[in-house]
């Protein structure tokens, strides 16, 4: 005979399923449910207890229990890319540029860059801290704040990283202009023009371009949308080339939005130990994970395994991609990475860094993001329920564990470079296959950004983009 808590059990887990409770909304409180539903309290946390176990919920620390925020469809991924096995110049990023200065045209609809809408940002929270701190800090604003930056902003950075493993004091970190800069400055500190860097495939654009303006050859590593960065075919490239650093996001990947395990990010860390090939860990999407506990970065895992992890990161992706905060943690290259980003831009500004230390202080930061995971979770899902309602039959599309994009596959004759053109032409920006790779690869690819404001318009717009496809083949 079932237990009452599996019956219970059994009924929320239907109403999860239907839609009645939504990926990140909060479910009864207990004793509300109790009272409701005529059973006790205990039989009420069990059930929340079996749901729990199952992964359908989590429960968050003094505000209850909450629908773990998930994608809702369920699509066929694409495959494991399969990149030239050797070392290459970046080529055709020239698009790039025209797709960014979309994101500034409020005609568009901008599934294009990932800079997420007003609507997932905590706007007004940022807005009031940039007033204390220009009204309370009328001095220190308007001086520089050199490297490596603001005493009170490294301190609460270190806090957050040490919170989720990382063994990491306020003096080692350095604020940069954003995460990109912060690649840029870590790659400057272990490479040298005609180096090898090892990629994942498909990748970044910023990275891309960040390797093309300092002349370092790109190899892109076979990489799978559920388990990330090919281990093997990194072994067999290190065998193969003389390469210098290695640049991965292990959490919630873009485009592909992967999750590396645990167990593979130690064999990553391993890997390059080994080697002496120094990790530069791009973690900008590690604080947007749907799941109920944060994934560790690299950094924290690292401790015996012989490697040394260069930590990138920011607030872009959270908070304020205007006020471009990021930071680097550059381990033995401390004293060389603060002299490389004075002599780049003698310091990052200083209101933006009072104001975000301020935040974070204020435990805002927190609170924002336990409630835009779901809000992120949501999109996702939204976009790749929209996606496979109107694109054709065999389209294939990423189930991200977290971050805010999805890379679609579309059919083989489809040339997302001239689907980019035509989208545009009729008002929709969309991020074409190939500028996510050295080679120009994934001719039939495309990366949508998820975290738009969702209404009939953004709709309508999944609608023209499936209607551009066979104008879009050959």
């Given at each position: 005979?079932?237990?009452?808590?599996?019956?219970?059990?059994?009924?929320?887990?239907?109403?999860?399923?239907?839609?009645?409770?939504?990926?990140?909304?909060?479910?009864?409180?207990?004793?509300?449910?109790?009272?409701?539903?005529?059973?006790?309290?205990?039989?009420?946390?069990?059930?929340?207890?079996?749901?729990?176990?199952?992964?359908?919920?989590?429960?968050?620390?003094?505000?209850?229990?909450?629908?773990?925020?998930?994608?809702?469809?369920?699509?066929?991924?694409?495959?494991?890319?399969?990149?030239?096995?050797?070392?290459?110049?970046?080529?055709?990023?020239?698009?790039?540029?025209?797709?960014?200065?979309?994101?500034?045209?409020?005609?568009?609809?901008?599934?294009?860059?990932?800079?997420?809408?007003?609507?997932?940002?905590?706007?007004?929270?940022?807005?009031?801290?940039?007033?204390?701190?220009?009204?309370?800090?009328?001095?220190?604003?308007?001086?520089?704040?050199?490297?490596?930056?603001?005493?009170?902003?490294?301190?609460?950075?270190?806090?957050?990283?040490?919170?989720?493993?990382?063994?990491?004091?306020?003096?080692?970190?350095?604020?940069?202009?954003?995460?990109?800069?912060?690649?840029?400055?870590?790659?400057?500190?272990?490479?040298?023009?005609?180096?090898?860097?090892?990629?994942?495939?498909?990748?970044?654009?910023?990275?891309?371009?960040?390797?093309?303006?300092?002349?370092?050859?790109?190899?892109?590593?076979?990489?799978?949308?559920?388990?990330?960065?090919?281990?093997?075919?990194?072994?067999?490239?290190?065998?193969?080339?003389?390469?210098?650093?290695?640049?991965?996001?292990?959490?919630?990947?873009?485009?592909?939005?992967?999750?590396?395990?645990?167990?593979?990010?130690r064999r990553l860390l391993t890997l390059l130990g080994a080697r002496g090939v120094p990790l530069i860990e791009d973690d900008i999407y590690g604080d947007l994970g749907f799941g109920p506990r944060r994934p560790p970065p690299c950094l924290a895992l690292s401790a015996?395994?012989?490697?040394?992890?260069?930590?990138?990161?920011?607030?872009?992706?959270?908070?304020?991609?205007?006020?471009?905060?990021?930071?680097?943690?550059?381990?033995?290259?401390?004293?060389?990475?603060?002299?490389?980003?004075?002599?780049?831009?003698?310091?990052?500004?200083?209101?933006?860094?009072?104001?975000?230390?301020?935040?974070?202080?204020?435990?805002?930061?927190?609170?924002?993001?336990?409630?835009?995971?779901?809000?992120?979770?949501?999109?996702?899902?939204?976009?790749?329920?929209?996606?496979?309602?109107?694109?054709?039959?065999?389209?294939?599309?990423?189930?991200?564990?977290?971050?805010?994009?999805?890379?679609?596959?579309?059919?083989?004759?489809?040339?997302?470079?001239?689907?980019?053109?035509?989208?545009?032409?009729?008002?929709?920006?969309?991020?074409?296959?190939?500028?996510?790779?050295?080679?120009?690869?994934?001719?039939?690819?495309?990366?949508?950004?998820?975290?738009?404001?969702?209404?009939?318009?953004?709709?309508?717009?999944?609608?023209?983009?499936?209607?551009?496809?066979?104008?879009?083949?050959?």
């Open positions: 005979m079932d237990l009452l808590y599996d019956r219970l059990a059994a009924d929320l887990r239907e109403h999860i399923e239907q839609g009645v409770y939504g990926a990140g909304e909060r479910l009864p409180g207990v004793r509300v449910l109790s009272r409701t539903r005529g059973v006790s309290v205990a039989t009420v946390l069990a059930a929340y207890r079996r749901l729990e176990a199952d992964a359908l919920i989590e429960a968050r620390a003094r505000s209850g229990y909450y629908v773990s925020a998930r994608p809702a469809a369920r699509v066929p991924a694409p495959a494991r890319s399969a990149p030239a096995a050797q070392p290459s110049p970046v080529t055709g990023q020239e698009l790039v540029l025209s797709l960014v200065k979309a994101s500034n045209d409020p005609a568009v609809v901008q599934f294009g860059a990932a800079v997420p809408d007003p609507s997932f940002l905590p706007v007004r929270a940022v807005e009031r801290a940039l007033a204390r701190a220009a009204r309370q800090h009328r001095n220190r604003a308007a001086a520089y704040e050199f490297p490596p930056g603001l005493p009170e902003l490294r301190r609460q950075i270190a806090r957050r990283m040490s919170a989720y493993g990382c063994a990491v004091g306020a003096d080692d970190v350095v604020i940069t202009n954003g995460c990109q800069e912060a690649l840029v400055l870590a790659l400057r500190a272990v490479t040298r023009p005609g180096d090898v860097v090892a990629i994942e495939s498909p990748t970044f654009y910023g990275l891309l371009q960040a390797l093309d303006s300092l002349q370092l050859e790109a190899l892109e590593i076979p990489t799978d949308p559920v388990d990330g960065l090919s281990l093997e075919a990194l072994q067999l490239a290190l065998d193969r080339w003389p390469v210098r650093a290695c640049i991965a996001t292990p959490n919630f990947s873009n485009p592909l939005g992967y999750c590396m395990s645990e167990a593979r990010k015996g395994t012989g490697a040394e992890v260069l930590y990138c990161a920011s607030f872009s992706k959270t908070l304020s991609p205007g006020l471009r905060v990021g930071w680097l943690v550059p381990g033995g290259h401390q004293a060389r990475v603060e002299y490389l980003k004075y002599v780049l831009n003698m310091a990052s500004p200083t209101v933006p860094q009072l104001a975000l230390a301020d935040v974070l202080h204020s435990g805002g930061y927190e609170r924002h993001l336990r409630a835009v995971r779901g809000d992120y979770a949501r999109a996702v899902g939204r976009m790749i329920e929209a996606v496979t309602r109107h694109f054709p039959a065999g389209t294939r599309i990423t189930q991200p564990a977290g971050g805010f994009v999805i890379w679609v596959e579309l059919a083989p004759r489809v040339d997302s470079l001239k689907l980019a053109k035509l989208a545009r032409a009729e008002g929709v920006s969309i991020a074409p296959g190939p500028i996510f790779s050295a080679t120009q690869k994934y001719r039939n690819f495309m990366r949508l950004s998820c975290a738009c404001r969702w209404d009939g318009r953004v709709e309508a717009a999944v609608g023209r983009l499936a209607r551009l496809l066979d104008a879009a083949a050959g």
